[in-house]
Nanobody, 125 residues
Framework: QVQLVESGGGSVQAGGSLTLSCAGSGYTYSSNCMAWFRQAPGKEREGVAALDPDGSTTYLDSVKGRFTISRDNAKNILYLQMNNLKPEDTAMYYC???????????????????WGQGTQVTVSS
C-alpha cells in the first residue's frame, strides 16, 4: 500500500526556515506528481508547491521565491524547503501524490489520490 509520512513541522519565528520531508513507500516518487498542500483553520486547502515526474515545478504565488520543492528519488523523499516564513504560512502541511497529471492543475487537490497525515507549521511574529 502507498503511504506518505510527513515530518519536519514545528514552530518558528517569522523570517525563519523549516524543511518538511515526506517519506513514501509502496511506489516510486519519480513516477508520480508530488505536491505539498496546506490548510489553516477556517481556510480552504491550497496547493503550495508541486513537482512532476520531469522535474517541472509549480508554486503558489505567495510562496514563490521563498519555498522550494524537491525530491530525492533514491530515498523516495519529497522535501519542501521553506525560507523567510511568514505568520500566514501557519497551517497543517500535507504531502500528496498523483499517479497522473491532476486534471485541474498541479496545485488543485483533485487528482491527488495519496495523502499523508500532515505536519503542523506554526510561524509566530
Amino acid at each position: 500500500q502507498v503511504q506518505l509520512v510527513e515530518s519536519g513541522g514545528g514552530s518558528v519565528q517569522a523570517g525563519g526556515s523549516l524543511t518538511l520531508s515526506c517519506a513514501g513507500s509502496g511506489y516510486t516518487y519519480s513516477s508520480n506528481c508530488m505536491a505539498w498542500f496546506r490548510q489553516a483553520p477556517g481556510k480552504e486547502r491550497e496547493g503550495v508547491a508541486a513537482l512532476d515526474p520531469d522535474g517541472s515545478t509549480t508554486y503558489l504565488d505567495s510562496v514563490k521565491g521563498r519555498f522550494t520543492i524537491s525530491r530525492d528519488n533514491a530515498k523516495n523523499i519529497l522535501y519542501l524547503q521553506m525560507n523567510n516564513l511568514k505568520p500566514e504560512d501557519t497551517a497543517m502541511y500535507y504531502c500528496a501524490a498523483a499517479q497522473r497529471a491532476p486534471p485541474q492543475g498541479m496545485l488543485h487537490p483533485v487528482g491527488y489520490n495519496f495523502w499523508g497525515q500532515g505536519t503542523q507549521v506554526t510561524v509566530s511574529s
